[in-house]
């Protein structure tokens, strides 16, 4: 594939690099001023970015393919400009617990996937009392990190795990060599706020109280400080507290040998208190939407690097899921995997909060950085997988969310206009979605994602 006057945006760069991109096998071969041959496109002066990584998907396949499976979820991702995701471990059918599980999921979820794909492991409190070790030790070339939940909404069937357990965890996964994915909520002020306020109430207020800003920053304060004792490897998942995203660039910057890193989500970024208020159900999200002024700092911190990365955390509901009654009982979550790029390129780089480099490491680099994929993924060079997303600057598009490819249909963003309009997304050198033609590419196209390389 060759592609003519493209406006390509290159890693710690802030202006685009007029050029010519060839592409052979899937990857990028030659980045040039002018390369001879007919083109298979023009960009015509389009701005060129690396393809999306959404790290933190579930796309609940198989076992709770009502809510979404790899098909829809990897062909709303790809509409969205995403050319590989990374979808947890604990909302399929088997878990990704250990790698006979892992080996049964690929099999059902490999022939589905237009874009690539990794996978996080996990650890509960039941796979923990059950022999952990041996069972990270089984995934850990096959994994990109273990997944563990400080508070738990499947405590039956994938329970927290409490300082003393999530300490073993983290130690035995840092003598690997593996990152640690934490939901940090305080266990105890969410089950005891909870109860309060259940009897409160059922408004979206009602469950902001029983998890606020204070619980994520219990939980954060209490596994930096675990992690810093043991000289950890961590990662805290969907950051919405302004200030606990400030504990975490501050331990980010510390010289302890602990490693840890943050990541916050669109949904964070884009709306407050009033909003879940106005929207009820559909914003539903756990952690909640915060207090206004927390979107701010959480900005801040993106554009900064103290936070790392966003991720969609994309977890839509089955159909009545999200309408169940009042808002203990509506799902948490949202689909978001399809609009995390093109809000991040309207809202972030446009509307002038995040600078073009900046847009590609809180969109995509860092994350391939963090996870091990930077030798293929994550950024425009020669060599490199051919993983692009093509934006008009120009264009706009409008939200719509009957329109989306998840088997999710309810967005908080649904209604707004975006800056920007995506053309189409590459991965390794097909194309996947084109905004002309919709889905075009295969399914099976995506290739499973490991640390090592393809497997
Ligand atoms: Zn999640």
Redo the contacts with the bound molecule.
């Keep these: 594939m060759l592609i003519r006057n493209a406006s390509l945006a290159i890693s710690g760069k802030d202006e685009p690099l007029s050029a010519d991109l060839r592409i052979t096998d899937g990857r990028i071969e030659t980045i040039a001023p002018h390369i001879s041959g007919d083109p298979d496109f023009d960009a015509g002066g389009a701005l060129i970015l690396p393809g999306g990584i959404d790290p933190?998907?579930?796309f609940y396949d198989p076992g709770y393919t009502d809510k979404e499976d790899f098909a829809h979820g990897t062909a709303f991702a790809a509409s969205g400009g995403i050319t590989t995701v990374i979808d947890?471990p604990c909302?399929s059918d088997p878990p990704v617990s250990n790698i006979d599980n892992l080996r049964a999921k690929l099999a059902v979820v490999g022939p589905k996937a237009h874009i690539d794909f990794g996978f996080f492991g996990g650890v509960s409190r039941q796979t923990f009392d059950a022999g952990y070790r041996a069972d990270m030790n089984g995934l850990a070339d096959s994994v990109l990190g273990f997944?563990v939940y400080a508070v738990s909404g499947m405590d039956d069937i994938w329970g927290a795990l409490d300082h003393w357990r999530f300490e073993q965890v983290l130690e035995h996964a840092a003598s690997i060599g593996q990152t640690v994915l934490l939901?940090a909520e305080d266990r105890e002020y969410v089950d005891n706020a909870s109860e309060h306020y259940r009897r409160e109430g059922a408004d979206p207020e009602h469950w902001y109280r029983a998890r606020p800003e204070l619980a994520e920053e219990l939980a954060v304060s209490s596994a930096i400080r675990i992690c810093r004792r043991i000289g950890g490897n961590l990662h805290i998942?969907?950051v919405g507290s302004a200030e606990a995203a400030a504990m975490i660039a501050r331990a980010a910057a510390g010289d302890d040998g602990a490693v840890i890193s943050g990541e916050t989500c669109p949904q964070y970024l884009a709306f407050g208190l009033e909003d879940f208020r106005h929207l009820g159900a559909v914003l539903k999200v756990?952690p909640p939407i915060k207090s206004p002024g927390n979107d701010e700092g959480l900005w801040k911190q993106l554009a900064s690097g103290g936070l790392l990365f966003c991720?969609s955390?994309?977890?839509p509901g089955a159909p009545g899921e999200k309408e169940a009654g009042d808002i203990w009982c509506n799902s948490a979550?949202i689909a978001g995997t399809g609009t995390m790029l093109p809000y991040l390129f309207s809202e972030g780089y446009l509307a002038g909060r995040l600078s073009l480099s900046q847009l590609l490491k809180a969109s995509g680099e860092n994350a391939a950085r963090r996870y091990g994929l930077f030798d293929r993924k994550g950024s425009i060079e020669e060599g490199k997988d051919a993983d692009l997303a093509v934006f008009d600057p120009d264009g706009t598009w409008n939200v719509d969310q009957e329109a989306f490819l998840s088997k999710g249909t309810l967005s908080p963003f649904h209604g707004r206009m975006f800056a920007g309009a995506l053309m189409k997304t590459i991965v390794r050198g097909v194309t996947v979605w084109d905004r002309e033609k919709g889905l075009v590419g295969p399914a099976g196209h995506g290739q499973l994602i490991t640390r090592g390389g393809r497997a």
């Design positions: 933190h998907v579930h947890m909302t997944k939901h998942v969907h756990a991720a955390d994309h977890a979550g």
